[in-house]
């Protein structure tokens, strides 16, 4: 047994080291959580998925980037806030004047002209008035002006999109405070700044005062035109009665004229005025300030505009210059004194040949209206007046009449010639010509065949201009014409050859002046200086010289040939004795305008006759009745001055022998001192509108010829 138990008995399991009974940990059975699950399958993006990721991470940069350049922004614009209220005006206690400002106008050597201001109206309250006299305002300038802080996003974003529907300045996005703010403490200049300014300034406003007060203040200061300052002063000067007493129709046209007060003051256009006031009356209606009877009313019966109580033609020049006035110093508090460029004893002169010559001549002519400006070769007026009869009629048609100049645009195209390398001895064609059906032709249909430059200008051929306007491009003369001054539209057509495209005599008369000048260029000014009270000057002209715009050598064949037209052409009833002058006659479809434009040395004086309601006159050209009165006046405007020649080509040039030397020119007693030479500017845009006859425009060959053709010009 115990060997047994020794050798050969039971052993009891051991569980140790022994790889025999080891268990591996692959065979272990791991706990659920524990065993690795199966990686799932990748399934391929979508070419749709890709771009939504794309999108997605574009936006965020997008979005990111956006973030930044707002934040930039509002830096910027709180610095700029910062610059521009650390340049505010001095903001003193607003004050309204107890009476309107004395406006004395002078002539060149001191001498009183007119005075203006001297209806003292006195300040005007809202209780005061009727309540539809401040409403017609509102309606038609801001009427959301109980609604905003002084500021308008909403009519700012309006006008912005009417301004580009009508591809430039259709609405204005300034509130009744702004405008206030303006007048109060701004100038006039159109500057970012000023516009900053002003914002900054409307606010401060709004949290001073009340609107009420905010549009009593309004009403006591907003320019009526005329030199009328507040409502009171405007409405004796053009109703004859208190602020108190107007109508719907009065408030209306009043209300209407602060958008524009020198070309719609209805003493001087009141077609402009009333059509403006009419829209005035629609606003009223549509914001309910006025019933659909007041509004019928309003439309059937419009405003009467008393007569002024001076008459004499020197009202038309201070009418001007308070228009003047307001572009150059804006709101005029205190008195001042307003030195002008007139000269008391040319517009006198002035003032009887038109008068005296009309009142013998006119009836039989057919012509009921006429103008003269007259102006240094520098561009000072010297005498302007703008019609036959200032009490009668206030508009001034020197200077805000469009009309068509005929053949007294020809010499913009001629110059134009000259440029492009033709010679006053170069030869064209006098002939019928025939451009998509148009048909110009001369005076009594009578034709010369090949003409020099210089006879086809002084006889005033229509053909000869024709062709050179398509011969260097319609375009080309309206460059020329805007680069001499000529501001108004011209429309780029053959028929711009015969002056078809209307333009104010103002800047007709201002646009040969660089011919007298020797071809610098020249801006018609009316308005010297300006002195308070107190003697402190508070404008002066600037009268930095602004460059040549004509070359000499095409200036001397341009007075060459303009002479021809005093000597052998259709002006030969101009000679001034003793003086060498030279210019050109106009006469517009059917005898509709009567132009006669001419210059010496001293002195530059346009001429225009017509009617106001374009009616045709009896016949009369640019040669006949305007020369005489031209010839009148300049004959009393040139006794006792010495002699001065015309500018002339430079010396040893091709017309030297003609004209003289430069030199000599330059030395004729008299003459200004001529600016060194300076780089041709670009050409000119035209920027203001005007309506133009297009000699293309469907009608049929009789009539073309009857329009276009047949004015001895």
């Known amino acids: 047994m115990a060997g047994r138990g020794q050798s050969g008995g039971r052993r009891e399991p051991v569980f140790d080291s022994s790889p025999e009974l080891r268990v591996s940990a692959d065979e272990r059975s791991a706990p659920e959580s524990d065993k690795p699950k199966p ?15 794309k999108r997605r991470s574009l936006l965020g940069r997008m979005t990111y980037w956006a973030l930044v350049a707002g934040l930039w922004v509002v830096i910027a614009g709180a610095g700029a806030i910062a610059y521009v209220g650390a340049h505010l005006p001095p903001i003193q206690s607003l004050e309204i004047p107890k009476r309107p400002p004395s406006i004395q106008i002078n002539d060149v050597n001191g001498r009183a002209l007119a005075r203006r201001g001297d209806l003292a109206g006195e300040i005007i309250t809202l209780k005061e008035l009727p309540p539809y006299v401040p409403r017609a305002f509102v309606a038609i300038e801001d009427r959301r002006f109980y609604e905003h802080y002084g500021v308008d996003p909403l009519g700012i974003g309006r006008a912005l999109v009417a301004n580009v529907l009508h591809r430039g300045v259709a609405q204005g996005g300034s509130t009744l405070t702004q405008q206030l703010a303006k007048n109060l403490f701004l100038t006039q200049e159109r500057t970012v700044t000023r516009k900053l300014q002003e914002v900054l300034l409307a606010i401060w406003l709004e949290r001073k005062f009340s609107k009420t007060q905010i549009l009593e203040l309004y009403l ?16 004796l000067r053009y109703f004859g009665k208190s602020a108190k007493q107007l109508n719907v129709a009065e408030a209306a046209m009043l209300a209407g004229l602060v958008k524009s007060p020198t070309r719609l003051a209805p003493n001087r256009n009141f077609d402009a005025a009333e059509k403006r006031a009419k829209i005035v009356i629609a606003a009223m209606a549509e914001l309910g300030f006025i019933t659909p009877s007041n509004e019928k009313v309003a439309l059937a019966k419009p405003p009467r505009i008393v007569a002024q109580s001076a008459n004499g033609a020197v009202n038309y020049v201070a009418d001007w210059v308070m228009d003047v006035l307001n572009d150059v110093l804006g709101h005029v508090d205190d008195d001042v004194v307003v030195a002008t460029s007139i000269d008391s004893f040319l517009q006198a002169s002035a003032e009887r040949s038109l008068s005296d010559e009309l009142a013998l001549k006119g009836d039989k002519g057919g012509v009921s209206q006429g103008a003269l400006v007259a102006m240094t070769p520098e561009g ?31 010499p913009f195209v001629y110059l134009t010639a000259l440029e492009h390398g ?20 001369n005076y009594g249909h009578e034709y010369f065949g090949p003409v020099t430059l210089t006879k086809a200008l002084a006889m005033s051929l229509n053909t000869v201009s024709v062709r050179l306007t398509m011969e260097f491009s319609p375009m080309s003369v309206v460059r020329t014409a805007h680069r001499l001054g000529i501001a108004s539209k011209l429309e780029p057509n053959a028929s711009i050859a015969l002056g078809t495209s209307e333009v104010s005599m103002l800047e007709l008369v201002g646009a040969y002046a660089p011919f007298a000048n020797g071809g610098y260029a020249v801006m018609p000014h009316v308005i010297e200086r300006v002195t308070a009270a107190n003697g402190k000057v508070l404008y002066n002209r600037n009268e930095q010289p602004l460059g040549r715009i004509i070359e000499a050598r095409h200036i ?7 002479q021809e037209t005093l000597s052998i052409g259709t002006a030969h009833k101009a000679a001034l004795p003793g003086w060498p002058a030279a210019g050109k006659t106009g006469t517009s479809q059917d005898f509709r305008d009567a132009w006669f434009i001419g210059y010496t040395g001293r002195l530059v004086t346009g001429v225009w006759l017509g009617n106001d309601d374009n009616a045709p006159t009896k016949k ?34 091709l017309f030297s022998g003609v004209f003289g030397s430069s030199q000599q020119q330059a030395q004729a007693p008299g003459q200004y001192p001529r600016p060194p030479d300076a780089p041709m500017p670009p050409a000119a845009v035209g920027q203001t509108s005007a309506r133009a006859t297009d000699g293309n425009g469907g009608m049929d060959g009789w009539l073309l010829n009857n329009l276009f053709g047949s004015r001895r010009n």
């Open 380 to 410: 000072a007026v010297r005498a302007m007046v703008g019609g036959r009869n200032y009490a009668e009629s206030q508009f001034n048609r020197a200077v805000a009449a469009k009309r068509q100049p005929g053949s007294a645009f020809k």
């Open 422 to 441: 033709l010679t006053p001895d170069t030869l064209r064609q006098d002939g019928p010509i025939k451009i998509k059906g148009w048909q110009p032709e």
């Open 220 to 235: 006591n200061r907003v320019y009526f035109g005329s030199g009328s300052y507040g409502i009171e002063q405007a409405s």
């Open 620 to 653: 009369v050209t640019g040669g006949g009745l305007p020369v005489d009165i031209w010839s009148r006046f300049m004959r009393d405007a040139h006794q006792g001055v010495p002699i001065a020649g015309l500018p002339t080509a430079p010396s040893g040039g």
């Open 39 to 53: 990686r799932p399958r990748r399934k391929k993006k979508s070419a749709k998925a890709k771009t939504k990721a």
């Open 556 to 562: 001397g064949m341009m007075n060459q040939m303009m």
